[in-house]
């Protein structure tokens, strides 16, 4: 167990709609981390936050948005799905996260994914 | 921009015999260098990573890699391999200058049979 929970475990919704995946980090970690991994892409980084604040962005989607919150948990929403947005999205966290390539020397702990089904 | 290459999808082998996963990255800068694991319905787990220093990086599990600079390469060993070591393992790069994000490659799939 890593520590970080992610709800739902699964989720299945239809193409257009909009859902809300939602992360809790490990205690006391400042940065979150979302990834997305299906089949097509494979492995892919969208989007980093540190203590609340936008830290880093990969290919994450316009249709696709997170925050952070003072508590620290973060969620991250998809809208408009589509067939293609299918995927488990993983949340990680990380202690510290400084800004750009420093960030990333940090140990990241998973979580355990959410399982996105578009229909 | 960086890329990461994982030559191999699967690779089977037999318990207690050793293994050699292989990653060849591309970055033009220097980089940090990573692995992680995946067990059947899990998370990833950081197996090791090199961020400077020797070029022999040990990790969890009795793996290690060697981060070879001339051939672009950060493959991963163990000597002799479980039944458990049978996951999915992600090789991963990041630039250590400027903004940089973590780049995944596509995974091979050690099988490990008695």
């Known amino acids: 167990d890593s520590g970080v929970t992610q709800t739902p475990k699964h989720l299945i919704t239809a193409t257009g709609q909009r859902v809300t995946l939602r992360c809790s980090p490990r205690?006391?970690?400042?940065?979150v981390y979302w990834y997305q991994q299906s089949l097509d892409q494979g492995l892919q980084f969208l989007i980093q936050y540190y203590n609340g604040e936008e830290r880093a962005k990969g290919n994450i989607l316009e249709r696709f948005s997170a925050q952070q919150f003072p508590d620290l948990h973060s969620e991250l929403n998809l809208s408009s799905l589509e067939l293609g947005d299918s995927a488990l999205y993983f949340c990680?966290?990380?202690?510290?996260?400084?800004?750009?390539?420093?960030?990333?020397?940090?140990?990241?702990?998973f979580g355990p994914g959410t399982r996105l089904t578009v229909l | 921009a960086q890329s990461v290459t994982q030559l191999d999808s699967q690779v089977p082998v037999f318990e207690e015999a050793p293994v050699e996963l292989r990653c060849n990255y591309s970055?033009?800068?220097?980089?940090?260098l990573f692995w992680y694991v995946q067990y059947p319905n899990q998370g990833l787990q950081l197996l090791l990573k090199?961020?400077?220093?020797?070029?022999l990086v040990k990790g969890i599990n009795g793996f290690e890699a060697e981060f070879n600079k001339s051939q672009t390469s950060f493959h991963l060993r163990k000597p002799s391999v479980h039944i458990s070591d049978t996951a999915e393992y992600f090789c991963a790069v990041s630039s250590n200058s400027g903004y940089s994000t973590l780049t995944f490659g596509k995974g091979t799939m050690l099988l490990v049979s008695p």
């Open positions: 970055s033009s800068v220097s980089v940090y």
């Open positions: 990680a966290s990380s202690p510290s996260g400084t800004s750009g390539s420093l960030g990333w020397t940090d140990t990241q702990y």
């Open positions: 205690s006391g970690d400042l940065s």
């Open positions: 090199y961020l400077s220093g020797s070029t």
